[in-house]
T-cell receptor
């Protein structure tokens, strides 16, 4: 157990729907990162939150949004889902940033859009 | 051109072999270099962390960074079947923002 908890582990939904992925960071970590992993694109950075505020943004689609709550857990919202959104979504956490001996990843949420 | 290039393999070696995994990168601002191991359907786990240039050793694993050539390596000595996984290089320029990952190299160690 890495200390980063992601729920749900698996999600199957239809095109056009909206889903919410949840992440609880490791105790003491203030930064949360979301990544998308697909076979052809590898691990793609979506967004970082630090202590409740958005810190960095990557290739995140407008249909996707995220937030970090006062208790530091984070949610990634995916809406108007398309078949191409099927992927593994990982959450990671660190004390501040990548220089803090890298990230700790959760076990991921496997999203299947049908 | 991607910021980080990594040969996806697959790489198949016999048990006990020395494995060499490599990444090249284009961004000279990268200062922090990491190697992650990812088993099938699991989250990546940090193997090695290196700041700037030089070598770092941890058990059977050695990480090397050559910033002048923009080239990093991971060596695995006495490889074991349990080392069979995908190995991802990752790097960053600073304390905020994203880690940039390579595509990952799939390694199979045959008994």
């Amino acid at each position: 157990d890495s200390g980063v908890t992601q729920t749900p582990k698996h999600l199957i939904t239809a095109t056009g729907q909206r889903v919410t992925l949840r992440c609880s960071p490791r105790s003491g970590d203030l930064s949360v990162y979301w990544y998308q992993q697909s076979l052809d694109q590898g691990l793609q950075f979506l967004i970082q939150y630090y202590n409740g505020e958005e810190r960095a943004k990557g290739n995140i689609l407008e249909r996707f949004s995220a937030q970090q709550f006062p208790d530091l857990h984070s949610e990634l919202n995916l809406s108007s889902l398309e078949l191409g959104d099927s992927a593994l979504y990982f959450c990671a956490s660190s004390v501040v940033g990548p220089a803090d001996y890298g990230y700790t990843f959760g076990s991921g949420t496997r999203l299947t859009v049908v | 051109q991607k910021e980080v290039e990594q040969d996806p393999g697959p790489l198949s070696v016999p048990e006990g072999a020395i494995v060499s995994l490599n990444c090249t990168y284009s961004n000279s601002a990268f200062q922090y270099f990491m190697w992650y191991r990812q088993y099938s359907r699991k989250g990546p786990e940090l193997l090695m962390y290196t700041y700037s240039s030089g070598n770092k050793e941890d058990g059977r694993f050695t990480a090397q960074v050559d910033k002048s050539s923009k080239y990093i390596s991971l060596f695995i000595r006495d490889s074991q079947p349990s080392d069979s996984a995908t190995y991802l290089c990752a790097m960053s320029s600073g304390n905020t923002g994203k880690l940039i990952f390579g595509q990952g190299t799939t390694l199979q160690v045959k008994p």
